[in-house]
């Protein structure tokens, strides 16, 4: 069994900044990619971040520039940065990783997700 368990999101007024965290636990044989979605009401969900085991980025259009990502392998932790918040970046923001829970069974596990609320 493998739980990713998100937290780090609230209220923030916009220009401000959040940081959202997510530990995967469990049943873990190897983590690979880790990242972030966000689905706002009535739209489809998006990506945000993602980072692989090795550490490559790749970034949603809407946050460039204003999001960054960073994960703790040892923690089995993705951590992401956002600054200069804007109410469109209200959302539920859901952690994603593609995990090895034994060797060549791989799975794509989601969190709860979090919300983040952007205030004009």
């Known amino acids: 069994q493998v739980q990713l368990v998100e937290s780090g999101g609230g209220l923030v007024q916009a220009g401000g900044s959040l940081r959202l965290s997510c530990a995967a636990s469990?049943?873990?044989?190897?983590?690979?990619?880790m990242g972030w979605y966000r689905q706002a009401p009535g739209k489809q969900r998006e990506l945000v971040a993602a980072i692989t085991s090795d550490g490559r980025i790749n970034f949603g259009d809407s946050v460039k520039g204003r999001v960054t990502i960073s994960r703790d392998n040892a923690k089995n932790t993705v951590y992401l940065q956002m600054i200069s918040l804007k109410p469109e970046d209200t959302a539920v923001y859901y952690c994603?990783?593609?995990?090895?829970?034994?060797?060549?069974?791989?799975?794509?596990?989601w969190g709860q997700g979090t919300q983040v609320t952007v205030s004009s």
């Open positions: 994603n990783a593609k995990i090895e829970t034994r060797q060549y069974l791989i799975r794509i596990y």
């Open positions: 469990g049943t873990i044989f190897s983590v690979n990619a």
